[in-house]
């Protein structure tokens, strides 16, 4: 897989790639993330990607120009194309595994008040990580990046990625460690007594309540 990620603040970007899960896959070569300032295609002598709006407006909007220069020289032909923005398909963990199954994926990071309308005309889908205003799509690019990556072979060992959260729309089981017994507050009895048959019925019954306690909140 590999990732395409089209910003004005790259090195939020690769700050995040530089620890843990998605940086072994990095080395490893299982995925490759490219980041592009795109300031680098405005053709304003100042660099400038963002001019007022038409009709009068508090903020600042993207300009076509740089983002759609940039998007022309580096897609490809198996590249799919997300605008991160508020009014983007909500990030589910179906649609997670949809993007998982791409070859390439370019991310394009907003600022400001948004985008010029246009912009949209040159991308496969609009995404939204949340009904939360941010500001910026280094973050969303970020959690798009992090949880696509997991789907993909290799990148996570096949055994934590059995029962993950959300698998056949359920929430995880819950998880315990050492010691057996924490102030007071004792691990279940029904994980130590090596009955595997009952191990996985009490999960499958733990998954159902927390996710019924999620839905009802």
Known sequence: MKFKILTIFPEVISNFLNFSILKKA???KIISVEIYDFRNWSE???RKVDDYSY???????????PIISCLKEITEEEDYTILLTPQGKRLEQKKV???????GI??????????????????????????????????PAAIVCD?????????????????????????????????????????????????????????????????KKLLNK
């Open 106 to 139: 370019i991310l394009i990071c907003g600022h400001y008040e948004g985008f010029d309308e246009r912009i949209r005309e040159y991308v496969d889908e609009e995404v939204s990580t949340g009904d939360y205003i941010l500001t910026g799509g280094e973050l």
């Open 44 to 46: 304003n002598k100042h």
């Open 147 to 211: 949880s696509v990556s997991r789907t993909i072979n290799g990148v996570i060992n096949d055994q934590s990625l059995k029962n993950e959260s959300f698998d056949n729309n359920l929430l995880d089981f819950p998880v315990y460690t050492k010691p057996r017994v924490f102030e007071g507050k004792h691990v279940p009895e029904v994980l130590l007594n090596g009955n595997h048959a009952e191990i996985k019925k009490w999960r499958e019954a733990k998954r159902k309540e927390k996710s």
């Open 97 to 103: 595994k949809t993007l998982g199954t791409k070859s």
């Open 26 to 28: 990095i080395d490893k």
């Open 55 to 65: 009709g009068g407006d508090g903020g600042m909007v993207l300009m076509c120009q």
